[in-house]
């Protein structure tokens, strides 16, 4: 069985749905903590009546964790605390999250007869603000002045400089995640992610920003932009992902220990004003702004070298920005109509919180 924290979030149910598809059985852990999660539960629970199993729960519960553990043959570490800003707010909360929870999911993990695989999804946000990278302005975006970077992005071999708690927690995660393949040989890869967006994502102002701009877009209402809108990244399509984490989870064992950059690349760059361009195509208006402040931690530029993750696995992402954007417009406009309650599932199991 495939367990999947946080397996209830956008990125979680896309791959627990791929997963059942292909008819295998999935485990979703989750303490449904987000809002909209319970949206993508009954979503997973109609579309797949066999095969899907639920725990209500939380990975700072070792308890918990090692219950589910014990079923397990592949873990996708997904479940965290998501935000910077929250991780501001509440350093500590935000500490137990992400670097407490993932420990005890590699201590469950270790302490079983025969220990699962194990794939964490971490952050750009271990690189720190990328300071010292030189960008100029070229139009609506920023671009790094040396030609290399510009044309490939930031590479592994970049030095770590965790930047907010959420970079801290994140990166002290990446590292004991990193370190129990050396230590105990346990099966383990790291994903350091760029932006995902796609189906099933209910962004927020501080996370998931690409359906946070559509959202707000469909609801008429205003989008802030934090800094100047010229901020750059790399956003992979959720479809693209899910096709990473299933080639990942196939050459487990040839990949293990190592980390890898996870992102659409330097053919899939967006700025915040270049997105708003999009969407004015989508809608047919331009969303109003409103400004405010840089926020700590935020990268004017981040754009992720995936060439070490192609090489190893021939894995490339398949879904230009553009495509994938409107799909995700699509979506979110015919998804705003339909909100049905979660009705119970036979296969949902309650445990401590």
């Avoid at 149910?13 to 979703?28: S, T, W």
């Avoid at 400089?161 to 393949?181: I, L, M, N, R, W």
């Avoid at 992610?193 to 796609?198: F, L, R």
């Avoid at 802030?224 to 990942?248: H, K, M, N, P, S």
Wanted: hydrophobic share 40%; charged share 25%; with cysteine.
């Amino acid at each position: 069985m495939t367990l999947i924290t946080g397996g209830a979030g956008f990125v979680g149910a896309n791959l627990a749905h791929r997963l059942l598809e292909e008819g295998r059985r999935v485990l979703v852990f989750d303490n449904l903590s987000r809002p909209g999660v319970e949206r993508n539960l009954e979503w997973l629970r109609r579309s797949h009546p066999e095969g899907l199993e639920v725990m209500v729960a939380d990975v700072r519960d070792a308890y918990a964790v090692g219950r589910a553990m014990e079923r397990a043959d592949h873990v996708f570490h997904l479940a965290a605390q998501v935000a910077v800003t929250t991780s501001l707010a509440d350093p500590r909360e935000d500490f137990a999250v992400n670097a407490g929870g993932t420990l005890n999911v590699l201590e469950a993990a270790r302490s079983q007869p025969a220990p699962p695989s194990l794939l964490m999804t971490s952050t750009n946000k271990v690189y720190g603000g990328l300071d010292d990278v030189q960008l100029r302005q070229e139009g609506q975006r920023y671009v790094p002045v040396a030609g290399d970077t510009a044309a490939r992005g930031i590479a592994e071999r970049r030095p770590l400089d965790f930047h907010s708690p959420y970079g801290c927690s994140k990166g002290t995660a990446d590292q004991y995640v990193h370190d129990y393949a050396r230590s105990y040989g346990l099966r383990t890869l790291v994903f350091r992610m760029s932006c995902i967006y796609g189906e099933r994502q209910f962004g927020t102002e501080d996370q998931g920003w690409v359906a946070h701009f559509l959202l707000r877009a469909l609801q008429g209402e205003p989008i802030t932009l934090f800094g100047d809108g010229r901020q750059v990244r790399d956003i992979l399509y959720v479809g693209d992902l899910v096709d990473a984490f299933l080639r990942a989870q196939r050459d487990i064992d040839a990949l293990a220990g190592r980390v890898f950059n996870i992102g659409g690349g330097p053919r899939n760059v967006i700025s915040l004003l270049e997105l708003l361009d999009l969407i004015e195509e989508l809608a047919g208006r331009r969303p109003a702004t409103l400004h405010d402040e840089w926020r700590t931690g935020d990268q004017r530029y981040y754009v992720s070298d995936t060439r070490a993750f192609e090489a190893a696995t021939g894995w490339r992402a398949a879904t230009s920005a553009r495509q994938g954007i409107e799909k995700l417009y699509r979506w979110l406009r015919d998804a705003r109509a339909q909100s049905a309650p979660v009705a119970e599932h036979p296969n949902f199991a309650l445990a401590g919180r």
